[in-house]
């Protein structure tokens, strides 16, 4: 474990960082001394809270752990920044603050499938989204798709709602490097269960429902997927780094984020990040 950071500049219980007008992108390098740095809220400092992993690395500010992070950068790296761009997040990890700091900047919407594990503005079922056609520009949908029974029938939804142009940004739990069906009952500190583990072959759906679909990932990822570095050896963090290396396709990546911003933004192990960029063309 390692140590918990310093803050720099306003904590955590010192005020409401969502109220100060920060924008969900930074450039680090514009923080020359800083160590670690949240592209949320623009904390800097010495370190995030707990070890490197894509569930921890916590924002002592904001709360964002580094899958959180990894989202919004995707998603804003490629896309870019336009005002009144229509977004729908699915079942938020993050709370008011985070939601108030986006609908600064967006047409921003929460939804949770049953509004009990996670609070939204909206109640959805990705398999019949009750939202008219074309009516979204943006979907954020972090660890959510593995819960959901008939994946076809989601992602044929999900590309109704968006429009030409639109984008889905896809987050889930890649631990292996083809997609499992859990043997035993499997639940991700909710009360809905986990349907597929997902492997690569997701590219694949992703495809056949119609969308262009990169997975974007690290440098220091892509570099392991096309065998510049050594592999590491799995270390029971849950993710078998030995399956997802060597199923890996380098042809279907792309690396988003340089040593440097992975390492500043926490984006760290490597082969803990994968965020799917779906867009449906015009």
């Known amino acids: 474990m390692r140590p918990i950071a310093r803050r720099v500049g306003l904590a955590a219980s010192e005020g409401a960082w969502w109220e100060l007008g920060f924008k969900p992108w930074v450039n680090p390098k514009t923080i020359t001394t800083a160590v670690a740095v949240c592209n949320i809220c623009h904390w800097s400092g010495d370190e995030f809270i707990g070890p490197y992993h894509t569930e921890m690395a916590t924002c002592p500010r904001c709360g964002s752990v580094a899958r959180d992070r990894f989202l919004l950068f995707c998603f804003l790296s490629r896309r870019g920044y336009v005002k009144n761009l229509r977004v729908l997040e699915t079942s938020p990890r993050m709370g008011a603050g985070y939601r108030s700091m986006m609908r600064r900047y967006f047409k921003y919407t929460a939804s949770d499938y049953d509004l009990s594990a996670h609070e939204g503005d909206i109640q959805i079922d990705l398999q019949a989204m009750a939202l008219p056609d074309s009516s979204i520009d943006i979907l954020l949908t972090p660890h959510v798709l593995e819960h959901v029974p008939d994946t076809a029938k989601a992602l044929s939804e999900i590309y109704r709602v968006l429009a030409p142009g639109g984008r889905m940004y896809l987050q889930v739990p890649l631990c292996y490097g083809s997609t499992q069906v859990p043997s035993t009952p499997e639940f991700h500190a909710d009360n809905t269960p986990v349907f597929f583990n997902f492997g690569w072959d997701l590219t694949d759906q992703l495809r056949a429902a119609g969308f262009t679909t990169t997975v974007l990932v690290t440098q220091d990822f892509a570099d392991m997927l096309n065998h510049v570095t050594e592999c590491p050896t799995s270390n029971g963090d849950g993710f078998n780094v030995e399956d997802l290396v060597a199923m890996g396709r380098p042809s279907d990546s792309s690396p988003v984020a ?21 867009i449906k063309p015009n």
Request: charged share 20%; net charge neutral; aromatic share 28%.
């Open 258 to 278: 340089d040593k440097y911003i992975a390492k500043v933004f926490g984006f760290l192990p490597a082969y803990h990040y994968a965020t799917w960029e779906c």
